[in-house]
């Protein structure tokens, strides 16, 4: 089963508008963090925002949001103010403590590809 | 330190070659991942390191695949006899280790594209 779930293959914001990416997760781990990286076409990967499984906030960075239910095992991420310079793709990750504690690697999702209209 | 620097940024080679890649990670980075990354997909995990030991490999990482980090600094990956099945992005990423938690920020580096033809 897939462990990282994004659902949109695609999506378009217009400029200065806010846009939500979906990502859905799952794990038995009750130890775990997600990350999101957004990757332009220049192909390097770029961290965006963390969130860990004990977090009691929602995290923020800047113009990102990471709209975090846990019961629903979902990790959104929100970008507010789209720029033209958002236009890339996005990929949601986690990370699981369960590695006999080698925390080792992250698993990503398939991404989204945003693409901001002026 | 400018970042994760990764060494050619595009190789074409023809099938049954042996082709090598260099990561040079942050250089006070403890931990370096090696990750496959196909057209359409999210990047997959190949290996990690932790200074110079190889802590974790992948299903994916075949044995026609190696991976060293001699001296707990750079790393390379080397792919025997390719195929190609193993045209892709390669990425490379560094990270301290955690201190606490989960949280480990990884640093990717821009990629190698493999193209075998």
């Known amino acids: 089963a897939q462990k990282i779930t994004q659902t949109q293959p695609g999506m378009f914001v217009q400029e200065k508008e806010a846009v939500t990416l979906d990502c859905t997760y799952d794990?038995?781990?009750?130890?775990?963090?997600l990350f999101w990286y957004k990757q332009p076409s220049s192909g390097e990967m770029i961290f965006l925002i963390y969130q860990g499984s004990y977090d009691q906030q929602n995290a923020t960075e800047g113009r990102y949001s990471l709209n975090f239910q846990k019961a629903r095992k979902s990790a959104n991420l929100v970008i507010s103010a789209s720029q033209l310079g958002d236009s890339a793709m996005y990929f949601c990750a986690m990370r699981e403590l369960n590695y006999g504690g080698s925390q080792g690697n992250l698993i990503f999702g398939k991404g989204t590809k945003l693409s901001v209209k002026p | 330190d400018t970042g994760v620097s990764q060494d050619p940024r595009h190789k074409i080679t023809k099938r049954g070659q042996n082709v090598t890649f260099r990561c040079d990670p942050i250089?006070?980075?403890?931990?370096l991942y090696w990750y496959r990354q196909t057209l359409g997909q999210g990047p997959e995990f190949l290996t990690y390191f932790q200074n110079e030991a190889q802590l974790e490999k992948s299903r994916l990482l075949s044995d026609r695949f190696s991976a060293e980090r001699p001296k707990g600094s750079f790393s390379t990956l080397e792919i025997q006899r390719t195929e190609q099945g193993d045209s892709a992005m390669y990425l490379c990423?560094?990270?301290?280790?955690?201190?606490?938690?989960?949280?480990?920020?990884?640093?990717f580096g821009q990629g190698t594209r493999l193209t075998v033809v």
């Open positions: 794990t038995s781990d009750p130890s775990y963090g």
């Open positions: 990423a560094s990270s301290l280790s955690p201190k606490t938690g989960l949280y480990a920020e990884a640093f």
């Open positions: 250089s006070e980075h403890n931990r």
